[in-house]
């Protein structure tokens, strides 16, 4: 069990809210477009839960010039 | 001369070089060309006419005072509307920055000039270069030459690039590949276009999408034109601390012909799940391949199956920090769809973002390690040809699948690595829509890319097939 799944389904509600939380006010035909793409996205990425990451840093790192 | 249009790059700079043709002659032939086929192709946003009228006539008196040449002199391209061009509106196929001037061009412009290449102007694409269709709410929806009945996409984001270079309106052009956005188009166009190694060429003035997945590649009608252009374009840039010091092979002179002994890897989960008319052109390549002494065997990647979370994670995320100011001022200024999938990046956590770029490691180790045991992977570029413009569903041996996906299904994995990976033409479906083959190289080796391709180009003649627009 990933732990993405382990969360409460995305509403449009916790979405809207999400959004506020960040400055974006969206109308509710946004939200109604965006939650399905939101949810793609979310069970994509829930699927790296997986990954065997062991130490494996992020490729993007900080570099000094 | 006649069809000036359709001589390759490599052809029209010998050409050039040996005073057989005027730069001049030259580019009037492509501008009387986009004047009379672009109105209805829609691949240009911006056609700079009188510059590169100028930039002719000083290449022609350089020809005539026997200066020294560059290896693209006189010989003219096209730009993605992303990469920044001093003077020249630069819109990234936006409303947004409709009337953006840049002060400075991208160090790519910079160098392509600098061979000696000639502007005609600025390329059509999708709107910030966020999506593979190549769709444009504000400048029109380029259209793929190979269907004069049925508007077709051309494939994206890069598709006024395929579109033009297709269609003889520009014998080469620059595209940029976060997801695929050379290759899709290449293959959709029948094109032959590279993404190289994430760090061979500069992406300083280009605007981003993606800052850690965005490529910056040719888009040509064949290897041989691809290695011209892209051994002008690549190297070190001190405006851009991604780009890589690694020396760069001159890559025309790595077009030998030969591909005897070497290891091709063929990626048979890319190949399953294509459509029967992509199985069936990559079998004919592979065909190919081996009758030019290479051998073929399978290869799995079993860290694949991460690609595409890892990639929504990262593009998501960083496109979504480079739009986050616009999308909160000027929303409206936005095409629908575009908004839409930017806002899907508020909504990914940091967690998610570093786990994505974790997991790239992961992806990049083992494709490092598969191409120490072969010299190139095979797979198909797309599993579809072009569709109709506004068709969300294509059917795949009688399964519908959403177009969107399936189109960047086969390229987006290399941008999660970071390996180059080009594609070339290898067939044609019982409609005349162009079939595409990735020929995915190890991380700086573009030049075997390009030998493989160049070598398969000798001894095929999809890529010398031309759209039916003269007829």
């Known amino acids: ?65 | 001369m006649a069809d000036l249009w359709w001589a390759s790059m490599g052809e029209l700079a010998r050409l050039v070089a040996t005073k057989a043709v005027s730069p001049v002659e030259v580019v009037r032939a492509h501008l009387d060309r986009i004047a009379a086929l672009d109105g209805r192709l829609k691949a240009y946003i911006t056609v700079m006419g009188d510059s590169a009228l100028g930039a002719a006539r000083a290449a022609e008196s350089a020809v005539m005072a026997r200066e020294a040449l560059g290896p693209l002199h006189g010989v003219p391209v096209g730009l993605k509307d992303l990469y920044c061009t001093r003077g020249v509106k630069t819109t990234s196929g936006s409303r947004i920055l409709g009337n953006w001037v840049p002060t400075e061009d991208a160090t790519v412009v910079t160098r392509l000039i600098a061979a000696g290449a000639i502007v005609l102007g600025k390329l059509n694409m999708h709107e910030f270069a966020y999506g593979p269709e190549g769709l444009n709410a504000h400048y029109g929806d380029a259209w793929n030459p190979w269907d004069r009945a049925t508007h077709r996409i051309c494939g994206g984001s890069s598709s006024g690039s395929g579109a033009a270079v297709a269609a003889g309106i520009c014998p080469g052009a620059l595209g940029s590949d976060t997801g695929g956005s050379i290759r899709i188009p290449s293959s959709l166009c029948g094109l032959t276009g590279i993404k190289p190694t994430y760090g061979r060429v500069s992406r300083a003035g280009v605007l981003p999408l993606a800052w850690s997945l965005d490529h910056v590649g040719p888009m040509c009608r064949s290897a041989a034109d691809c290695a011209l252009m892209l051994g002008a374009m690549a190297g070190p840039d001190p405006r851009d601390p991604s780009a890589s010091a690694v020396p760069v092979p001159h890559y025309v002179a790595a077009l030998t012909g030969q591909v005897r002994g070497l290891r091709v890897g063929l990626l048979p989960s890319f190949v399953e799940s294509a459509g029967a008319p992509q199985r069936q052109a990559l079998g004919q390549a592979v065909k190919a391949l081996e009758g030019l002494g290479a051998s073929v065997r399978d290869v799995t990647l079993d860290q694949m199956k991460y690609a595409a979370g890892a990639a929504a994670a990262v593009i998501s995320a960083e496109s979504y920090a480079y739009h986050e100011g616009w999308l909160k001022t000027r929303a409206a200024d936005y095409g629908p769809d575009t908004r839409q999938r930017l806002l899907v990046g508020a909504f990914v956590s940091g967690t998610d973002y570093l786990r994505g770029q974790r997991v790239r490691g992961l992806i990049r180790d083992e494709m490092d390690r598969a191409l120490a045991e072969v010299d190139v992977l095979i797979a198909p570029t797309v599993p579809i040809a072009a569709t109709p413009v506004g068709a969300r569903e294509v059917t795949i041996d009688g399964r519908p699948q959403p177009v969107r996906p399936s189109l960047v299904r086969y390229t987006r994995p290399f941008n999660v690595s970071g390996h180059p990976a080009a594609s070339v033409p290898c067939g044609f479906t019982a409609e005349g829509l162009p079939i595409g083959m990735q020929v995915i190289g190890r991380a700086f080796d573009e030049a075997t890319v390009l030998r493989v391709a160049d070598a398969y180009q000798r001894v095929t003649d999809w890529h010398t097939r031309r759209p039916p627009l003269d007829r």
């Open chain 1, 1 to 65: 069990m990933t732990e993405r799944s382990l969360a409460l389904p995305l509403t449009k509600d916790a979405l809207r809210s999400l959004a506020e939380a960040q400055g974006l006010a969206l109308t509710d035909p946004e939200l109604d477009g965006l939650l399905p793409l939101v949810q793609a996205g979310r069970a994509l990425m829930a699927e790296l839960a997986a990954a065997p990451l062991g130490e494996a840093e992020p490729t993007v790192l900080f570099h000094m010039r």
